[in-house]
C-alpha cells in the first residue's frame, strides 16, 4: 500500500544527469552575478580607468594609490545623495587645520569651528565660500597677492561640482563633492585638488618629520574633524570607535580616520 504512494523509482542515470543540468545552471546564474556586480559596475570601472593614470589598485569600491610618498584613496562614501572625495594621508606633516566651504553649506558643522571667516581678498570668492583655518598663517600663504590666483584656480577645478569642500586635519587632506562623480575626467580633477593644496598647505615637509608623532594620544580627547573639543553631541566610528561630534560626522559623510571603512556612527 505504501509503495503505491511513491513515485515511480528514476534511475541513477537519469538522477545524475539532472545533477549535471542543474549544476550548469547555478554555474551561468553566479557568472551572471559575478558579472553583473564587478565588470560592469560603473565606480569599478570609472576607479581603473583612473587607475592607469595615477597607478594603484582597486578595492572593492575605493582606489588606494600613492600621491608623492604619502598614501591617497578616493571613494564614494555615503549612499544619497552621493559622495564623491579624495584623502591624502597627511599624518605628522599637517600644519594645522584648514577648510573651504561654500556659503549656506555644512552649518552645523562650521558652527563648531567658531566664527572666524578668513578674507582671501577675492570678494567673489569670499561672498561664496567660508574660509577657516587654524593657526590663521596655514592660509596666510595660500591667499597672499602672489598665490591667491593660483590658489583660487585650483579650486575652481571642482567649482562646478555640488557643495564642494577642501578640509585638513591632523590626519587627512581631504577634497570632497555632494554628488557621484562617475567621469574619468571629474575624478582626475579632484586628484589635481589635492596634489596642488597638498603642495600649498604643507609643501615640502621631509617625510622623517614625524614630531606630531605622540600628539595622536593626546588630542584623543579632540574632535578630528574640527580639533575642538569633544565635550558634547559626540559619536563613534562603528569601525575604529574614533569619537567624533556628531555635526562633524554628518559633514564628512563617514570616519574621518584614514582608510577607516567606518560608514556608521554610533552614540
Ligand atoms: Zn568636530
Ligand atoms: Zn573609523
Known sequence: MLTALLPPLASEASLSGL??????????????????????????QVL????????????????????????????????????????????????????????????????????????????AFDAAFIVKAMPEATAAKLFSPEARR????????????????????????????????????????????????SDYLIGAIPSGDIQFGEMRTSSDSACPVCGSPLLHDIVHCEACRTPHHLQCWDYMGRCSTYACKGKRSVA
Not at 549544476?23 to 546564474?29: E, G, R, S, T
Not at 569600491?61 to 584613496?73: N, Y
Open 19 to 44: 545533477l549535471v543540468v542543474l549544476l550548469i545552471i547555478l554555474a551561468v546564474i553566479i557568472a551572471f552575478v559575478i558579472a553583473v556586480t564587478s565588470a560592469d559596475n560603473p565606480i569599478t
Open 48 to 123: 581603473r580607468q583612473v587607475a592607469v593614470h595615477t597607478g594603484g589598485t582597486v578595492q572593492g569600491q575605493t582606489l588606494h594609490f600613492m600621491i608623492g610618498d604619502r598614501r591617497a584613496t578616493i571613494d564614494f562614501p555615503g549612499s544619497k545623495p552621493g559622495r564623491t572625495r579624495v584623502v591624502l594621508d597627511v599624518w605628522g606633516r599637517s600644519p594645522g587645520t584648514f577648510h573651504i566651504v561654500p556659503a549656506g553649506f555644512g552649518r552645523a558643522f562650521l558652527k563648531m569651528l567658531g566664527d572666524q571667516d578668513l578674507r582671501t581678498g577675492d570678494p
Open 150 to 197: 593660483q590658489t583660487i584656480g585650483s579650486f575652481n577645478r571642482i567649482r562646478g561640482h555640488s557643495h564642494p569642500t577642501i578640509d585638513l586635519d591632523p590626519y587627512c587632506l581631504t577634497v570632497q563633492v555632494r554628488e557621484s562623480l562617475l567621469s574619468e575626467g571629474d575624478l582626475i580633477a579632484l586628484v589635481k585638488t589635492v596634489q596642488e593644496f
